[in-house]
């Protein structure tokens, strides 16, 4: 609230102060309240993984295996990844910028949420596919472009397509593409060495010098472990980053029940359309779709990018709720 | 948003910036003297509706005191609900001050009912000699102004004349707080008015 804002309405709000002192007051200035646990889970997840990479890069030192050498390739591989993977996302996804006079209703949608959320506008694209789904990419707000197929175009009602596009805006706020991006880069790395070890080190073992060959196997095995757990550990984080995304298109909208609609109705016909293209185009994207492809009928554990959708429209419902009782 | 509102994934509405709403009735002096543009007596500001019951009680309760007000100006007020879901509150008043006056009315009445948020933004109808519709809109959020001119004929095809727009904010751009960032002049497609 600004401070200019008029003693009439400094006055309403006092008066409701009094009324219901009950420490949530301060979150009442907006119209939902504060999802503290969702962001106590997400920085402890955020904890462990840079644990798990603290420890692989003590592993990686006390082994002494090339260490500048990898900072150098794993340095390259991350600027590539952050700098360039929307293109290349965009392009194996088939995705086509569209213009304002080709698709003048989500540009008017995504303009509005843009005003009302206070973001530049991002560049827009279409996948042409009847599959319904939605995704953003980008590294800053910038550079952001969002992206929806022609199925969810044709599936959503305005207040509903609203909803998804604003779970997609509240992405690029986020930042949850370089925030993944930086969550799997050790993960990648640690992949790496799990492979390269694998085929050097067998040399490197029957060379007779067991010291050296111990040291490979040890940072082998603790790679694997890294990754194992890495991987765990930012799917969970990927499913934190969707509630926030729900919960912040929800608190951009007002309207909970219209994203929880469309997740029902998203979901609901993904089951019914074929669905080669989307899935087979790139499963490291799935984090970043509204729906993941596969989510058929997917069992949903530690191994999934998305909660399942239950717990989503539960997320949703509580907002509803919220946003009704006024507190 | 600060590093650790990115990491949290928190992520809160804007409400309305400090008020630069008035700058309009000292830009417009100059645009009506110097530049031939002249106001069409008609504004209109977008907010969300919320579902909610309190919701529906502030709003009614704003609409009434305005259209007490306004009759006694001989100004008219009435609401539309547009195709995105968004509320317009259109006042028709032949005084610019007064529909500056009575915008402010509709907003500070959302921020004093605890949602001002919900704010879209402000727009003002004007006319210019070769333009036949010349749209002030002022960003609740960041507190500036930016102008949307449709071409003629174009509203309903999505066509605007950025060009003219640049004029019109380097004649304004002293006594109007100009939005600096074209990638936020945000068209409105379908204005009532």
Redesign the interface.
Known sequence: ??????I??RR??LY?KSVCDNGFVAA????FG?DTG??AR??GT?FLLGLVYAVLIAVLFAAGAGGVLLIVIGGGLFLVQLFASDKIALRTMGAREVS??EE?LL???I??L?????L??PRIAVVDTRMPNAFAIGRSQKTATVCATTGILALLE??EL?GVMAHEL?HV????VV?MTVASFFAAIASMIVQFGFFFGGGFGGGGNDDEGNDILVVIAVSAAVYAVSFVLMQSLSR??EF??D??AA?????PSALAAALVKISGSMGRVPQQDLRAASSEMAAFYIVPPAAKRAVHNLFSTHPPLEARLAALSRLETQ??S?R | ?SLR???????????????RLFALSTAYVALETEHQVTACGVAGIVF?P?????FESIVSDMEAVVKATASDLGASIETHDD????RWMVIRDPSLEDLVVAVNGVS??L????????V??AVFAFQGPRDPKIYFIY?Y??GSWYPFVPTAGGAS??QRSVERELQIKAQVGRELPVEP?L??W?????IPF
Not at chain 2, 5 to 19: E, S
Request: proline share 7%.
């Open positions: 609230m600004t401070p200019e804002a008029p009439g309405g309403r709000r409701r009442r200035r907006t119209s504060r969702l962001q997400m920085l955020m304002a006079q003048p540009h008017a949608t303009e509005r843009c005003l009302q959320a206070d530049p506008k305005p207040a609203e509240t706020i986020n930042r949850d925030i934190y980053r926030a995304a919960r912040g608190v951009i909208t007002g309207r946003l009704q006024g | 948003m509102d990115a990491l949290t994934g928190r992520h809160k509405v804007k409400g309305p910036a400090p008020d969300q919320l579902a909610t019951s309190d195709s995105f879901g968004y500070s009445a921020v004093g009912g605890g949602y001002g948020e919900r879209l933004c960003n959020k960041r095809a999505g960032e990638e936020r945000f068209p409105l497609w379908g």
